[in-house]
């Protein structure tokens, strides 16, 4: 009877110790997860609740852009913010942008010098005011926004830059938001 005894025992033993290796480390993991700072919460300044964003200014030789990339930064405020855009007057805050430059590089070409892939490059700088106060809440320059076009897939740069307009209008969104570090 002792060496059955034995046989049980030490098994149960092992599992004890393993169940509760694998608890431990499952809540070393929770604990971790938990604790890095994720958050539900908008990161945008909290008093201010709606903004107006004119049409951007436009410093290239590119144009119809300053369209294209607001009415790309007004649609990623309605879907990445609670910010509601207003008119002017109604507003408590004020979204300027300007874009600064638009620069397409050639990646590669084919033996006859046709372009294979190409890149789109974005820049542009933003002001946004608080109109309550007057003073600035956020003001970055040099925000950009990329993309590769592949010309046998028949992309364009058009098509690329509508692209380039919507990574950069999250960008722009993005840099609205309170630095938590």
């Not at 908008?42 to 049409?55: A, D, F, G, M, T």
């Not at 740069?157 to 960008?171: C, G, I, N, P, R």
Request: proline share 2%.
């Amino acid at each position: 009877m002792p060496k059955c005894f034995h046989k049980i025992t030490v098994p149960c033993v092992f599992k004890r110790r393993h169940y509760t290796l694998s608890a431990l480390v499952f809540l070393m993991i929770f604990f971790f997860i938990t604790g890095c700072g994720y958050s539900s919460k908008s990161l945008l300044r909290s008093n201010v609740r709606s903004i107006y964003v004119p049409i951007f200014d436009n410093d290239t030789f590119r144009r119809g852009y300053e369209f294209d990339l607001t009415r790309a930064v007004r649609d990623q405020l309605l879907l990445r913010t609670n910010l509601r855009i207003v008119d002017k007057d109604e507003a408590d805050s004020i979204l300027f942008g300007k874009i600064s430059s638009v620069n397409e590089n050639v990646l590669i070409e084919d033996r006859k010098d046709n372009i294979v892939e190409s890149r789109v490059t974005i820049r542009a700088d933003i002001r946004w005011v608080d109109t309550r106060t007057g003073r600035a809440i956020v003001e970055r320059k040099n925000i950009k926004g990329t993309t590769e076009f592949i010309v046998l897939r028949n992309e364009t740069l058009t098509s690329s830059s509508d692209e380039s307009f919507v990574k950069l209008a999250q960008s722009i969104v993005e840099s609205m938001e309170e630095d938590w570090w």
